[in-house]
């Protein structure tokens, strides 16, 4: 089987980036998220990533006009009926994905396969929505899409060798390098890197140091290119608790609880850069 149209669901944070290294390595994408502004919206920020690569002389303008031809954008999950490939990249909620999951399976060919971009989330769970777990699997880039290089490739309990190797083959040719993780809570980036930020935003909570105090230890301290307080913002707040929330119910330690003051600030409003604020202020 070969994947010649590709399916994009949710158009934020990492949907839109999805969408992009897909479109650039010459396969035609459908975008869809809840409404039609927020996918298009999805759309615009790919716009916008291009131009920095042409301010960069890392593209010509000619390049961008050929990748936007292949981007379509959606509030109609009924258009992945002609996809060969879902990467669903929703929001980190259970409820959500195994949803659109069940939805996916009753409109999308049979020989598709559904990815999942979930950070945390049970690839095995979110297959049991489906009658094709085989052909379901976990495919987590990291933020930014368009820069960063590793994808996991979780497989779930069920998920097919042909499958796996497909994923695995696909995201080659994206110019990634994945690494096959298993099943388990956070896999293996989130269970590493949430504990880290969640004890960065304890630091903070208990006055130990601000915001650029904690980031400049870890970034000249440990060489980190970005501190862990400015790379939740990155990620989300949001998405930040979401994971904490999984690792914590699902490993069932108390060394992920989530802290107070992260929830604080997602009850807030504060999520990071895409609200415009977080540990720091941001121009939207
Ligand atoms: P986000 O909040 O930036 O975007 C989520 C998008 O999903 C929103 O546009 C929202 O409208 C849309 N959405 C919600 N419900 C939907 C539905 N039923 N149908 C279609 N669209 C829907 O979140 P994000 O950071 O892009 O995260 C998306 C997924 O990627 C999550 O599973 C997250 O854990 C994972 N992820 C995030 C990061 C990160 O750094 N942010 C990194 C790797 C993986």
Known sequence: MSVQRVGVVGAGTMGHGIAQVFAAAGIPVVLQDTTAERAAAGIARISKNLDRLIEKEKMVASEKAVILTRLSATHDLQQMESVDLVIEAASENQAIKLELFRALDGICPAHAVLATNTSSISITKIAAATQRAERVIGMHFMNPVPVMKLVEIIRGMRTGDEVYRLVH???????????????????????????????????????????????????????????????????????????????????????????????????AGLLGRKSGRGFYTYKT
């Open 169 to 267: 083959g696909l995201t080659e040719k994206l110019g990634k390098v994945p690494v096959a993780v298993n099943d388990s809570p956070g896999f293996v980036a989130n269970r590493i890197l949430m504990p880290m930020i969640n004890e960065a935003i304890f630091t903070l909570s208990e006055n130990i140091a601000t915001a650029e105090g904690i980031d400049a230890v870890m970034m000249l301290g440990m060489n980190h290119p970005m501190g862990p307080l400015a790379l939740a913002d990155l990620i989300g707040l949001d998405t930040c608790l979401a994971i904490l929330e999984v690792l914590h119910e699902e490993l069932g330690d108390p060394k992920y609880r989530p802290c107070p003051l992260l929830r604080k600030m997602v009850d």
